[in-house]
Structure formats: structure tokens, C-alpha cells
């Protein structure tokens, strides 16, 4: 079984900087996915991004990208520009070829006008 | 494409009550999950359904846990009784199904329960 974990609470950003979310991985597979999904107050978890192990390249989505360190097991999540929008809940998560998609404990990111 | 439907979007009931929540899959996903997510923290497998076939429910209390996929499409989660504990956000998931990693689930709005 696959553990995630998200060290950090809580984080805030100015309107329109840049924020970093962190979040470390342990599995013993080879073959896995990562991902990062937004809950906004309505709850409703939306996937922003998502890295395959296999890829070296780093993932992007427009204002979004991750620093994908496979021998750390790190996958950290950056959102540049940030806008008001951008204020939810992020897990990051994992999942395992057959297994179930494992979430960390969140971090609340607050964007500041 | 329309996205996973869930109802109802808010629920109030006193303990001891039985409730139901209703989940509509996006079409064409085979696999649907019931997850429940206690404040503060992520979400938590109850079960998973691969078509009408429960294939892992080890994390359904099934005491007072119920659901059922008839048709492999729409699913139903029950609780009864609802215990105060029971108080959470219950999420449904759906993805086109597979065990490969990549399969990527796709979630609904929830249901926050409120057990008084």
C-alpha cells in the first residue's frame, strides 16, 4: 500500500505570485500515478493535474506544474499567477496499478488580494 | 458531458434515522466508488464497483452500510441507523475502469450528512 503525505496545513499567496505546494510518496511499485485535485468550498474535487512514473518530463496545465522527483518520492505542485479562484483545498494522491487512489491530509490554500 | 450527479446535496437527520445518497456515473464509466471524507482530511474508500460487481468493500462498515449498483450505472449508499459519527462528506467517483494507474476518477459534488 501506497502512503502520501502533505506537510504542509495551510499556505497563502498574493494575487497573481507564485505558490508552491509540497507533498511526498511512498510506494514500493514502479508503475504509479500522481495527482493533485482541487476542492473549493463546494466540495467538489477537481482534477488539476496528473504525472505518470514512467514520464521524466515534468507535468503542466496551463498556470499549473509539478516538480516530479521520482528518487525523493517528492511531487511538488507550483501555480503561478495566482488568482482569487485559485483558493481551495489540494491532495495530492497516488495510485497504484489495482489499488486504490490514496490521498494525503490536504493543504488549504488562501489567495490574497 | 454532463459529470457525476449526486443527491441530495445536503442532508439533516437524527441519529438512530436511515439515509440514502444516489450517485449517477459519467457515462461510459464502468468503475464507480463511494468515498466518505471527515473534515479536515481526504477522502476514504468505502467501496468500489468494477460494472455491478462490488470488488472492494474492506472499508464499508457493513453493520450499517449498504450500497447497491443495480444495471452498472446508478448506485445507492445507505446508512442505517446513522450513528453521530456518521457525519462526513460522501463523494462518488467515477473512471472508465481498468487496473492500470492511469485510470483517473472523476468526482461529484457530495453529500454533507449531518447527524444530530
Known amino acids: 500500500a501506497q502512503t502520501v503525505t502533505q506537510s504542509q496545513p495551510e499556505m497563502s499567496v498574493q494575487e497573481a505570485e507564485t505558490v508552491t505546494l509540497s507533498c511526498t510518496y511512498d510506494?514500493?511499485?514502479?508503475?504509479?500515478?500522481l495527482f493533485w485535485y482541487k476542492q473549493p468550498p463546494s466540495r467538489q474535487m477537481i482534477l488539476v493535474i496528473r504525472?505518470?512514473?514512467?514520464?521524466?518530463q515534468n507535468a503542466t496545465e496551463n498556470r499549473f506544474s509539478v516538480n516530479f522527483q521520482k528518487a525523493a518520492k517528492s511531487f511538488s505542485l507550483k501555480i503561478s499567477d495566482s488568482q482569487l479562484g485559485d483558493a481551495a483545498m489540494y491532495f495530492c494522491?497516488?495510485?497504484?496499478?489495482?489499488?486504490?487512489?490514496?490521498f494525503g491530509e490536504g493543504t488549504q490554500l488562501t489567495v490574497n488580494p | 458531458e454532463a459529470g457525476v450527479v449526486q443527491s441530495p446535496r445536503y442532508k439533516i437527520i437524527e441519529k438512530k434515522q436511515p439515509v440514502a445518497f444516489w450517485c449517477n456515473p459519467i457515462?461510459?464509466?464502468?468503475?464507480l466508488y463511494w468515498y466518505r471524507q471527515n473534515l479536515g482530511q481526504g477522502p476514504e474508500l468505502l467501496i468500489r464497483?468494477?460494472?455491478?460487481?462490488?470488488?472492494?468493500d474492506s472499508q464499508l462498515p457493513k453493520d450499517r452500510f449498504s450500497a447497491e449498483r443495480l444495471k452498472g450505472v446508478d448506485s445507492t449508499l445507505k446508512i442505517q441507523p446513522a450513528e453521530l459519527g456518521d457525519s462526513a462528506v460522501y463523494l462518488c467517483?467515477?473512471?472508465?475502469?481498468?487496473?492500470?494507474?492511469?485510470?483517473?476518477?472523476?468526482f461529484g459534488p457530495g453529500t454533507r450528512l449531518t447527524v444530530l
Open positions: 504525472q505518470e512514473a514512467y514520464k521524466q
Open positions: 467517483a467515477s473512471s472508465l475502469g481498468g487496473r492500470q494507474s492511469s485510470d483517473t476518477q472523476y
Open positions: 494522491a497516488c495510485r497504484t496499478s489495482g489499488s486504490r487512489l490514496t
Open positions: 457515462s461510459g464509466h464502468n468503475t
Open positions: 464497483y468494477e460494472n455491478e460487481e462490488a470488488v472492494d
Open positions: 510506494t514500493s511499485e514502479s508503475d504509479y500515478y
